[in-house]
């Protein structure tokens, strides 16, 4: 089973950047595709970004498409989420999730979430 730490979220100007990591312990968390998802005040959950076990593939909401770059390394167990251009719009609680059945768009399809991380932009 892979438990799942988040950390970097913080305070960013509009326009400025921030670096979300997300820190994997488990054995077999090369073989989980790994996403992020969103979940602001008031509002419900929503998809950011996902990435294969492999790496290979990517995907990304388009509110965010060109703005945010998710990877992975499967050496240190880690996935990242690079924010830039940030809007105000992107403020919310991001969280990583693992996801045994590829980079799926949907939240159901991931079976291990981290405690989230708070992002907050200025305008």
């Known amino acids: 089973q892979v438990q799942l730490v988040e950390s970097g979220g913080g305070l960013a100007q509009t326009g400025g950047s921030l670096s979300l990591s997300c820190a994997a312990s488990g054995r077999t968390f090369s073989s989980y595709a790994m996403g992020w998802f969103r979940q602001a005040p008031g509002k419900e959950r929503e998809f950011v970004a996902a990435?294969?076990?492999?790496?290979?593939?990517?995907r990304y909401a388009d509110s965010v498409k060109g703005r945010f770059t998710i990877s992975k390394d499967n050496a240190k167990n880690a996935v990242y989420l690079q924010m830039n251009s940030l809007k105000p719009e992107d403020t919310a609680v991001y969280y990583c999730?693992?996801?045994?059945?590829?980079?799926?768009?949907?939240?159901?399809?991931?079976?291990?979430w981290g405690q989230g991380t708070q992002v907050t932009v200025s305008s």
């Open positions: 990435i294969s076990w492999s790496g290979g593939t990517t």
């Open positions: 999730a693992a996801s045994p059945s590829g980079p799926s768009y949907f939240d159901f399809r991931y079976d291990v």
